[in-house]
C-alpha cells in the first residue's frame, strides 16, 4: 500500500477559507478515488495559515480493470448478407480497436465487450490534483502575477511525493518539488520531504504544528498553564478557539496586563473587545475579571516584551473608547433612548423599532395576562428590550446588544429583573446558546422572535435553502427551546395571528376609501391566507427538525398530522415520546382499519337502542372506559386493552349493512373510536 503527501504552501490564508478547504479538500480527494476505483484507506487533510496539506493512505498501485459494453450500429448496417462487415460496422471496430470476432449481436444491434485497462496511481494523481485544488471555493478569491486562474492567496510552493518518489504536477504558476518551507522565522528556510510518513514530525521540529486539532489542543493547555500561575481561568468560546489555531502554525503564549481602570466599565465590553476584536483569552478569577489577558502568538523566541507592549497598546486604544463611549451614554437614564428609537427601521414595510417596541409590550402584556403572570416587570422589559440600539457603545460593540442594554438599566436603577430580561430576551444566542431564566427574558423573548418571523413572512421574505432573513430559522429554534425549557403553556398559534394583526400594513395608492379597503383586506388575508399558514408550517418545521436528534421523523410528522402542535409543545412532546415507545401492531392495525372505512367523520351520536350485535354494545362500553388524560403512557395502555373488543366488532358485525340507520349507527360508533386514536397521533403516518 501506497501513500500520497500534498502540501500546497501559500500566503496566509484568510482563517475563515481554512475550515472549508479542509472538507473540500478531503471531498475531493474521496470522490476523485472513489471515481477512478482505486482503493485507500482514508483521506487526512492538515491546515495552517500558510499552508494546505493532504495525506491519503492505504493507496492501491493502480485503479482496477473496468469492463464496458459499447453500444454499436444496427446489426443489418454494421454487417451484410454473407455476415462481413460492412464499412460502417468497420469504422465501429476500427474506433474501438476492435476485430470482428470481438463484436456481438443482440436485439437486433453490435455490440462489444471491451475492457479499460486500470492506470497507475501515480498518473491518475498527476492527472486529477491540480484540478481538485483548482475547484476549491471561496471568498475573495484572487490572481497574481500574469495568470488567469484564482486562488485564495498567491501559491509559493507544492510537495507532491508518492511513497519516495515525486509525482509532478502544476497548479498555476508552481510546479511541484519534494521541499517544503517551516515557520516563517525558523532558523532552517527549506526541508526536504523524502516520505510522507515523515510529513508531520519534520514540520514539529521546524516549528510548524500541521495537525489542527494537534494545534487546537496545544493552544487550550498553553492557555491553562499560563492562567494557572496565576490562578486564574482562561475565557474562550469554539469561535475564538477556531479562529487562533487558523492564524498560528506555533501557538506560543504571551501574558499581558493593561490598566485595572478598564474594569469599570461593563465586563461583556472587556471581554469582547479582547475575544473578538483582539484574538486574546480574557482571564478570571474567582468569577471575577482580571485586568491581564493572553495573546498567542505565531512566534519563536524568548523574547516578548515587545509582543506584550505592542498588544498592551491596541487594546488600551479600544478600551479607552469603550469608556468614553460608556461615560457619554450614561449622562442621561436608559429609558430616554426609547424615543430614538423612531430613528432606526425595523424592516422595509415593517415600521421603527419603535413601532416594533410597542408591539412587543402590547403581544407580552397580553401573553403574561394568559399565563396568570403579573406584568409589570415583563412589561417594562419589552419597553427597554432595544433601547441600547441607539448607544454609541452598542453602535461600536454591535454583538453586544441587550447585554449593554441590562449593564445601562442597572445604572438607571431599573428592577433587576427588567435588567436580567433586557439581557436575557435575546437568548438563546446560538444553537446550543442557553435560554433565558427569568420569566421577562423568556416572555419578551418569545414575542420579540415571533414578532421578526412574522414581519419576515409578512413581506414575503420567508427564507431560502441559503437565505435566513433576520435569522428567523434561529429565531424559531429560539421560541421552541425556551418554552420547553421553561415548561410554558403558550398557544403559539393564537400567537402567530395576534403578531399578524399587529403588523403595519401598508394600504397601497388611491384614495382614502380604496386605502381602508386595502387595509382590511390585507389584514384578513394575513390571518385566514397563506401567510399564517406559511409561518405555521415554518415553526413546525423547526420544531420537527429540533426534535429529529431524538426521535424518529415519521413519528414526529404524523403526531403533528393529527393536532396542531404549536397549541401546546409539551403535550406534543409527550404524544410523541408515548408513540415512539409504542409496539403494538394490533393497535396500529385497528386504528388503520377504522380509518380505512371512515372515508369522512359521522355527524351523529350513537343510539345503543340500534344495536343488533353483542360485539356493537362491547365496543361502545370499552369505548367509554378509554378516559381523556394527558398521561399519554396510561393512555396507550387503555387503547390496547380495548383491543379485543375492536376486533371482536370487526369479526362479527358487518358495517355496511343494509338498514341504512343501522349502518349510519355503526359508523357513528366508529368515529367515536377514531376520535380515540386520533388524540394520540395520526396512525396512518406511522
Given amino acids: 500500500m501506497s ?17 472549508s478547504a479542509i472538507e473540500q479538500l478531503r471531498k475531493g480527494f474521496e470522490g476523485f478515488l472513489n471515481d477512478s476505483k482505486v482503493g485507500f484507506d482514508k ?21 482496477s480493470d473496468e469492463e464496458k459494453i459499447i453500444k454499436g450500429p444496427i446489426a443489418t448496417v454494421a454487417f451484410d448478407e454473407n455476415k462481413n462487415l460492412t464499412k460502417a460496422g468497420e469504422g465501429f471496430a476500427r474506433k474501438n480497436g476492435l476485430t470482428a470476432d470481438n463484436l456481438y449481436v443482440e436485439d437486433n444491434y453490435v455490440y462489444a465487450k471491451v475492457i479499460i485497462k486500470g492506470k497507475s496511481i501515480k498518473e491518475l494523481l498527476m492527472e486529477a490534483v491540480p484540478t481538485i485544488v483548482l475547484k476549491l471555493q471561496g471568498s475573495h478569491f484572487m490572481r497574481w502575477g500574469y495568470n488567469d486562474e484564482k486562488f485564495s492567496r498567491p501559491i509559493r510552493w507544492i510537495v507532491s511525493i508518492l511513497d519516495n518518489e515525486e509525482v509532478k504536477i502544476r497548479i498555476i504558476d508552481k510546479e511541484s518539488s519534494n521541499v517544503s518551507r517551516g515557520h516563517r522565522f525558523a532558523p532552517q528556510k527549506e526541508i526536504v ?5 515523515d510529513y508531520i514530525d519534520l514540520m514539529r521540529k521546524n516549528y510548524v504544528i500541521v495537525d489542527q486539532a494537534e494545534r487546537r489542543q496545544l493552544i487550550i493547555d498553553k492557555a491553562k498553564t499560563e492562567a494557572d500561575k496565576l490562578g486564574a481561568v482562561p475565557y474562550y468560546t469554539d469561535d ?32 469582547t473587545v479582547m475575544a473578538v476584536h483582539q484574538r486574546y483569552f480574557a482571564l478570571h478569577k474567582d468569577g471575577k475579571l482580571i485586568n491581564k489577558f493572553i495573546t498567542m502568538t505565531n512566534y519563536i523566541g524568548d523574547e516578548f516584551s515587545n509582543i506584550a507592549a505592542g498588544n498592551v497598546r491596541v487594546i ?24 430614538d428609537l423612531r430613528g432606526i427601521t425595523f424592516q422595509k414595510g415593517m415600521g421603527s423599532m419603535f413601532d416594533k417596541t410597542l408591539r412587543l409590550v402590547a403581544l407580552a402584556k397580553d401573553l403574561a395576562k394568559i399565563l396568570n403572570l403579573e406584568s409589570k416587570t415583563i412589561e417594562r422589559t419589552a419597553m ?6 441607539t448607544t454609541q457603545l452598542v453602535f461600536e460593540f454591535t454583538e453586544l446588544q441587550g447585554f449593554i442594554g441590562a449593564d445601562y438599566a442597572k445604572v438607571s436603577k ?17 444553537a446550543e446558546g442557553e435560554t433565558a431564566k427569568g420569566i421577562e427574558g423568556q416572555i419578551v423573548g418569545i414575542v420579540d422572535k415571533m414578532d421578526t418571523i412574522c414581519a419576515v413572512f409578512a413581506e414575503g421574505k420567508k427564507p431560502t435553502g441559503s437565505s435566513d432573513p433576520l435569522g428567523v430559522r434561529r429565531a424559531a429554534l429560539g421560541i421552541i427551546k425556551t418554552i420547553l425549557t421553561a415548561g410554558l403553556k403558550v398557544d403559539l398559534n393564537d400567537l402567530i395571528i395576534k403578531t399578524l394583526l399587529l403588523l403595519p400594513i401598508n394600504a397601497g395608492d388611491g384614495n382614502l376609501i380604496d386605502k381602508l379597503k386595502n387595509f382590511a383586506v390585507s389584514g384578513k388575508d394575513r390571518i385566514s391566507g397563506k401567510v399564517l399558514d406559511e409561518v405555521t408550517e415554518f415553526i413546525i418545521q423547526r420544531l420537527i427538525i429540533f426534535l429529529s436528534d431524538k426521535y424518529s421523523k415519521n413519528v414526529l410528522e404524523a403526531c403533528a398530522a393529527n393536532k396542531n402542535p404549536l397549541e401546546d409543545l409539551a403535550d406534543y412532546v409527550k404524544r410523541v415520546e408515548a408513540v415512539s415507545k409504542l409496539n403494538n401492531p394490533q393497535l396500529n392495525e385497528n386504528a388503520n382499519r377504522v380509518l380505512r372505512i371512515l372515508k369522512e367523520n359521522s355527524v351523529k351520536n350513537v343510539d345503543k337502542s340500534l344495536f343488533k350485535e353483542s360485539a356493537e354494545n362491547m365496543l361502545y362500553q370499552q369505548i367509554n372506559t378509554v378516559e381523556d388524560t394527558d398521561n399519554y403512557d396510561r393512555y396507550v395502555e387503555m387503547l390496547i386493552e380495548i383491543n379485543p373488543s375492536v376486533e371482536k366488532f370487526f369479526n362479527d358485525v358487518l358495517v355496511m349493512d343494509k338498514d341504512e340507520r343501522v349502518k349510519e349507527n355503526r359508523l357513528a360508533l366508529l368515529t367515536l373510536l377514531k376520535s380515540k386514536y386520533e388524540k394520540l397521533t395520526d396512525f396512518s403516518k406511522l
Fill in 43 to 63: 483521506v487526512d487533510v492538515y491546515a495552517t495559515p500558510r499552508r494546505l496539506a493532504v495525506i491519503v493512505s492505504g493507496l492501491v498501485e493502480k485503479s
Fill in 384 to 389: 427597554l428590550c432595544k433601547a441600547d440600539l
Fill in 3 to 19: 501513500k500520497y503527501l500534498l502540501e500546497i504552501g501559500t500566503e496566509e490564508l484568510p482563517y475563515r477559507f481554512i475550515p
Fill in 240 to 271: 475564538l478557539l477556531e479562529e487562533v489555531t487558523f492564524i498560528t502554525e506555533y501557538p506560543v503564549p504571551a501574558v499581558c496586563e493593561f490598566s485595572p481602570k478598564y474594569l469599570e466599565i461593563p465586563e461583556e465590553v472587556t471581554v
Fill in 316 to 339: 488600551k486604544a479600544r478600551l479607552d473608547d469603550a469608556v468614553f463611549f460608556f461615560n457619554e451614554d450614561t449622562k442621561k437614564p436608559f429609558e430616554d433612548y426609547v424615543e
Fill in 414 to 430: 431599573e428592577d433587576d429583573r427588567v435588567c436580567e430580561g433586557i439581557k436575557e430576551h435575546y437568548f438563546p444566542l446560538n
Fill in 193 to 197: 520531504i523524502t516520505n510522507p510518513d
